[in-house]
């Protein structure tokens, strides 16, 4: 009984020989007084145990992150975290299993409105303060690590961060408040999405666009008068 449960929930193989054979098996089942609802829960069972697995190695990661072994979180999940504020228009602190930590959105960069010894450039002020908008209106807060490195050298975390079901840095480009920059593989997943959403914003000349020769084919930022 076993073996034709197997047959019937893998359905039916290519050729007229393995569809009669997966009725047959389907037929004797029924006849038998098996029923079919526990051959196709076999599967759903196990994906849910598997599920149930994954969540657990998400949560173990989570209690064993001591604030710097960035290295044993998983990578392209999103982890919840507590957002505490914002450094800027790119840069976060945020809170995750109890430790802050600094975090640069992925592939953007933002004017500068508070770096030592460089004037505010013009929207600096303004990406921040949606940036902080974002992020501090939002239910839950999540940090997603690419599949490349999860710092950088200055020792900030390099993640994706959600506000909700929002990617913030995204958000940012599609607003004509930030500039795709710093795109270094394998830490690009989202390099098309990102390049897309800038390209809305050049298009509607909103913000940073609006000013010419600010911003540089790279997403540098000119110092304009």
Do not use: C
Not at 42 to 53: A, C, F, R
């Amino acid at each position: 009984m076993n073996k034709l449960r197997k047959v019937v929930s893998a359905g039916p193989s290519g050729g007229r020989y393995g569809i009669i054979k997966w009725i047959i098996a389907l037929v004797f089942i029924l006849l038998a007084g098996g029923g079919i609802g526990g051959v196709f829960n076999q599967e759903n069972d196990s994906s849910l145990s598997t599920v149930s697995q994954s969540n657990s190695n998400i949560e173990d990661a989570l209690q064993a992150f001591d604030g710097n072994n960035f290295e044993h979180l998983p990578k392209m999940v999103k982890l919840p975290v507590i957002y505490d504020r914002v450094v800027d228009g790119d840069t976060q602190i945020v809170t995750l299993n109890g430790h802050d930590i600094r975090v640069r959105h992925l592939m953007i960069d933002t004017p500068e409105s508070v770096k030592e010894g460089t004037s505010v450039q013009p929207f600096g002020k303004e990406s921040s303060q949606r940036n902080d908008e974002l992020l501090s209106q939002a239910e839950t807060l999540y940090m997603m690590l690419d599949v490349g490195p999860a710092t950088d050298q200055y020792n900030r975390v390099l993640a994706y961060i959600y506000a909700d079901n929002i990617l913030v840095a995204e958000q940012l480009l599609k607003e004509g408040l930030a500039s795709v920059r710093y795109v270094k593989a394998p830490n690009n997943s989202f390099e098309d999405e990102f390049k897309a959403a800038q390209q809305q914003a050049i298009e509607a000349e909103l913000n940073i666009w609006s000013i010419e020769n600010y911003v540089e084919s790279n997403g540098y930022f000119n110092q304009v008068d």
